[in-house]
C-alpha cells in the first residue's frame, strides 16, 4: 500500500524560508520522478510545483517558483524534499507529493490516485 507523509509546513512570514519532507513506502521509490504539488485556499486544482528524476538531476520547476524552491532526494530514505526560500503570500496552499506520470499528455500528472495529509504552508505578515 502506497503511503506518502508529508511534513515540515507551517506559519511563515514573507520572505522567509521552509523545508518540506515526503517520506514514502509502499512502491519502489527510486523508479519513479517524484514531484511536489500544491492546492491554494479555494482552487479545486493541484498545481505541479517542482518534479526530480531517480538521479536527483534535471528537476523541473513551476515559472511562479523558479530561483526560490529547491527539490531534492534521499533515494536511500524514500524521501523527497521541497526547500522553500523567499516565501510569498500566493504561496500560501497545502503542499503533497507525489510520483510522477512521465507518459505523453499525461505527463506531470500524479501517479497515484490516493494522496497523503499534506502539510500546509501559510505564507502572511
Known amino acids: 500500500q502506497v503511503q506518502l507523509v508529508e511534513s515540515g509546513g507551517g506559519p511563515v512570514q514573507p520572505g522567509e524560508s521552509l523545508r518540506l519532507s515526503c517520506v514514502t513506502s509502499?512502491?519502489?521509490?527510486?523508479?519513479?520522478?517524484m514531484g511536489w504539488y500544491r492546492q491554494a485556499p479555494g482552487k479545486e486544482e493541484r498545481e505541479l510545483v517542482a518534479t526530480v528524476l531517480s538521479s536527483g538531476h534535471n528537476p523541473t520547476y513551476a515559472d511562479s517558483v523558479k530561483g526560490r524552491f529547491t527539490i531534492s532526494r534521499d533515494n536511500s530514505k524514500s524521501t523527497v524534499y521541497l526547500q522553500m526560500n523567499s516565501l510569498k503570500s500566493e504561496d500560501t496552499a497545502v503542499y503533497s507529493c507525489n510520483a510522477i506520470n512521465e507518459y505523453g499528455s499525461r505527463w506531470g500528472r500524479p501517479w497515484f490516485s490516493s494522496w497523503g495529509q499534506g502539510t500546509q504552508v501559510s505564507v502572511s505578515s
Open positions: 509502499g512502491f519502489d521509490f527510486i523508479n519513479y520522478r
